[in-house]
């Protein structure tokens, strides 16, 4: 059972554009919803993440949009840049809770145009 | 400071071998966590560990996997009569014990199984 559905499965923007990768969740015990970025051969690093108390998180050219009652999240990057070219993976899991182990998504690959 | 290492970086085996990975977290963080990440798949939560115990191994798929964290930081994953479909990439992450979700991943070790 896949617990958060991310799309698109891939993503081209131009240098500058903004990207947009969205996530649904269907277990309404989560309460933590982070982003990770993941450069091949490397392990996944955290982005930015958010809880439901807040519907909008910036940090700098990354922000998190949070909708509680339609159970989905997503991730902005504005302006773009080739730097960015990565895999990335939205997560979910129970914050505090006795495991704290992260429900991934199937990952986004993003290829940012110069 | 230094962050989460795993060894070997590569590992190839034969059908039916047993293999053993190794995760050193940041040093102090008491929770330890393994996940599987299959080509285009997000990573997938394998086991828990909370200091020297498996606080949770729900995401063992089966006995031949086992793992183990005898003093409460290095932890090694150790793979039974290896199959071709346990080729992925086994990557470790870590946390404080505090508040915070914030897990730090290594960059992974990654199996293939001829």
């Known amino acids: 059972q896949q617990q958060v559905k991310q799309s698109p499965q891939s993503l081209i923007v131009q240098k500058g554009g903004i990207s947009i990768i969205n996530c649904a969740y269907e277990n309404t015990a989560f309460d933590y919803f982070p982003w990770y970025q993941q450069f091949p051969g490397k392990g996944p690093a955290l982005l930015i993440a958010?809880?439901?108390?807040?519907s909008e998180k910036k940090e700098g050219r990354f922000t998190i949009s949070f909708n509680k009652s339609a159970k989905q999240f997503s991730l902005h990057i504005m302006d773009s840049q080739p730097g960015d070219s990565a895999t990335y993976f939205c997560a979910a899991s129970k914050y505090g809770g006795a495991t704290n182990k992260l429900i991934f998504g199937t990952g986004t690959l993003l290829a940012v145009q110069p | 400071g230094a962050g989460v290492s795993q060894t070997p970086s590569n590992k190839v085996t034969e059908k039916g071998k047993y293999v053993e990975l190794r995760c050193d977290p940041i040093?102090?963080?008491?929770?330890l966590y393994w996940y599987r990440q299959s080509l285009g798949q997000g990573p997938e939560f394998l086991i828990y560990f909370q200091g020297t115990g498996a606080a949770d191994d729900s995401g063992l798929p089966n006995d031949r996997f086992f793992a183990v964290r005898p003093e409460g930081s290095v932890s090694t994953l150790k793979i039974q009569r290896t199959e071709r479909g346990d080729s992925a990439v086994y990557l470790c992450?870590?946390?404080?014990?505090?508040?915070?979700?914030?897990?730090?991943f290594g960059p992974g070790t990654r199996l293939t199984v001829l």
């Open positions: 958010i809880r439901p108390d807040v």
């Open positions: 992450a870590s946390r404080t014990s505090g508040s915070t979700d914030t897990q730090y």
């Open positions: 040093s102090g963080h008491t929770a």
